[in-house]
């Protein structure tokens, strides 16, 4: 045999890369004596041809390690070993849940707990400052949770700035959000 | 008599090497490394290509020094003694190495469409011969070989990208 390994992987013609793997296949199933012969009669066609199957051998014997991972404890062979889990739903609009909770809930607060305090032009406003660890429950049973300094909403008119921190919000819908910001 | 078989080959995985790591300048410890391994393989199980496995070792054993080096380097930019710390990192244990090697290959499993996935954990994991992955999933022989081809083409061109990566 020559040497294959010199021969740069990227110079491998298509037909040749296809053929290639087809025989590193053929090969791992068994070839017939006539495929035997066509092997070496394509092989001898063209010294590349070597060396492209010798890569692609290369990449199927890269995973002979692999029994190793063999679950010694599951009997029946499972084919989906190496399948990536999908992320659930759940997790997957968690990030959004959350941030239209803390909206929700920001929106709540300055419905019922604006008070002007200034004259027209100019205002602060302490939106809400709950007593620590103290439970508000709303119309609908939904509860939260607000720690020390936990809301402060200051501003001018239409221009406000609210900050919510430390707070614990449990929906009382089935299945709604429970959210901690 | 797996290393009688092995050894010949030392200058050709040398320049194989060489051709597609051209960032490293010595293999000589990984070289030794990939035969060590090989050999302790070939006792435990039987290698029906030793040389494309040797070769395989060796190929992993530089991506996984690459990337190491790449990400010693990112951490502990601009430390006086980060040359030690990869010199270090060069020589970690053979465990810790093969963990990284687990994962190349997984990331090139999974790279897979599905039932060539499937079809490889099958016959690399499991060994299931052709015909009885063919009953499994029902499918023909056939389909079988030109799913492995067809894998084998997507791995080839994985580890290509790594590579490259890498380098």
Same mark, same amino acid.
């Given at each position: ?181 | ?26 293999? %000589?410890?990984?070289?030794? %490394? ?40 990112? %951490? ?88 490259? %990566?890498?380098?």
């Amino acid at each position: 045999m020559s040497d294959p390994g010199n021969k740069s992987p990227s110079s491998f013609s298509e037909e040749q890369i296809e053929q290639a793997s087809q025989w590193v296949a053929r090969h791992e199933r068994g070839l017939s004596e006539e495929e035997t012969r066509a092997f070496e009669r394509w092989l001898s066609e063209n010294p590349i041809n070597e060396a492209c199957f010798f890569e692609h051998q290369v990449a199927w014997a890269s995973f002979d390690v692999m029994d190793e991972w063999k679950p010694a404890y599951i009997s029946p062979p499972n084919p989906d070993l190496f399948e990536s889990k999908p992320k659930s739903m759940w997790r997957k609009f968690a990030p959004y849940g959350r941030l239209a909770a803390a909206v929700l809930l920001g929106f709540f607060l300055l419905q019922i707990s604006l008070q002007k305090t200034g004259d027209a032009e100019m205002f602060v406003a302490t939106i809400y400052r709950s007593q620590t660890n103290e439970k508000h429950f709303l119309d609908d049973g939904s509860s939260f949770q607000a720690g020390d300094k936990t809301f402060k909403a200051s501003g001018e008119m239409g221009l406000r700035d609210i900050r919510i921190a430390e707070a614990v919000y449990k929906s009382a819908a089935k299945g709604g959000v429970s959210v901690e910001v | 008599m797996v290393p009688d078989e092995l050894y010949p080959h030392e200058a050709m995985l040398r320049a194989w090497l060489a051709s597609r790591f051209p960032s490293i300048s010595d293999f %000589e410890d990984l070289i030794q %490394e990939a035969y060590v391994r090989t050999v302790k393989r070939s006792r435990n199980k039987h290698l029906t290509a030793p040389k494309a496995f040797l070769f395989a070792i060796a190929r992993n054993l530089c991506i996984d020094i690459l990337r190491r080096d790449k990400v010693i380097r990112f %951490e502990f930019l601009g430390e006086l003694d980060s040359l030690a710390v990869i010199d270090k990192v060069k020589g970690i244990p053979e465990r810790v190495i093969d963990k990284e090697d687990y994962e190349i290959l997984t990331k090139a499993i999974q790279s897979l469409p599905k039932k060539c996935r499937r079809i490889f954990t099958l016959r690399k994991v499991y060994g299931l011969p052709l015909k009885q992955i063919a009953d499994e999933l029902n499918i023909s022989v056939k389909t079988v070989e030109s799913q492995i081809s067809i894998g084998i083409k997507k791995t080839r061109e994985h580890f290509m990208k790594l590579q490259d %990566e890498v380098s």
